[in-house]
């Protein structure tokens, strides 16, 4: 019965490469976003989606693609992986037809990821 | 444009302590604040929040109070437990329809027993 969750959960790979995070909600939210956690945990939102469409796009290198299937999947694939995209990839969902400043928002338990 | 800053930590605090991190933002408009709270190995998760001027949050014996005028939303605690340890998240959301959180960079709460 997890609310939003994320696969994988640790992601180590080669610089180079393209991999995917995947992140599900069974809330029944109509947004969903992601965040990236940098090593001194900071947090900044890099997407986010309302009924399938694209409302946030913070400057985010255009080797990271999110893509959302339906309202309940939002998944981010990330091209030609750097060194420096290491982090953590938090994933969240909020309430409501469309987002509000109000809304609180429920996390994923992360994903580390870590490019050698 | 619009910012969030907490105080430096970590903080550490023996059980039963008094606790207070302190929050100030910049924001245009109204923002609503929220305090979120990652324990070790977890995803965030709300503590408490408030969206309007002089309201005051609280949840779990944590409390906070927008205030308008010094533009802060202090997150204190009368007696803090060693479960309490963790990492605390200020943040701000502007009106608007985004739904977009500006986080500040977070506080590392240590109760010791």
């Known amino acids: 019965d997890t609310a939003v969750s994320q696969t994988p959960k640790y992601l180590v790979t080669q610089m180079g490469n393209d991999k995917s995070i995947k992140c599900e909600q069974n809330?029944?939210?109509?947004?969903m976003y992601w965040y990236k956690q940098d090593s001194k945990k900071f947090l900044k939102i890099m997407f986010s989606?309302?009924?399938?469409?694209?409302?946030i796009n913070e400057t985010v290198p255009n080797r990271f693609s999110p893509k959302s299937p339906d309202k309940a999947h939002l998944n981010l694939h990330i091209n030609s992986l750097e060194l420096g995209d290491s982090a953590v990839y938090f994933c969240?969902?909020?309430?409501?037809?469309?987002?509000?400043?109000?809304?609180?928002?429920?996390f994923g338990p992360g994903t580390r990821l870590t490019v050698l | 444009g619009n910012s969030v800053t907490q105080m430096e930590g970590p903080v550490t605090l023996s059980e039963e302590a008094f606790l207070t991190i302190n929050c100030t933002y910049t924001?245009?408009?109204?923002?609503?604040l929220f305090w979120y709270v990652q324990y070790p190995g977890e995803g965030l998760q709300l503590l408490l929040k408030a969206t309007k001027a002089d309201d005051k949050g609280s949840n779990k014996g944590f409390e906070a109070t927008y205030r308008k005028e010094t533009t802060s939303f202090h997150l204190e605690k009368g007696s803090v437990q060693v479960s309490d340890s963790a990492v605390y998240f200020c943040a701000l959301s502007t009106s608007g329809n985004t739904g977009k959180l500006i986080f500040g960079q977070g506080t590392t709460l240590q109760v010791k027993p």
């Open positions: 969240a969902s909020s309430p409501g037809t469309g987002p509000t400043s109000t809304d609180t928002q429920y």
């Open positions: 989606y309302n009924n399938k469409e694209l409302i």
């Open positions: 809330l029944g939210h109509d947004t």
């Open positions: 924001a245009t408009g109204y923002p609503s």
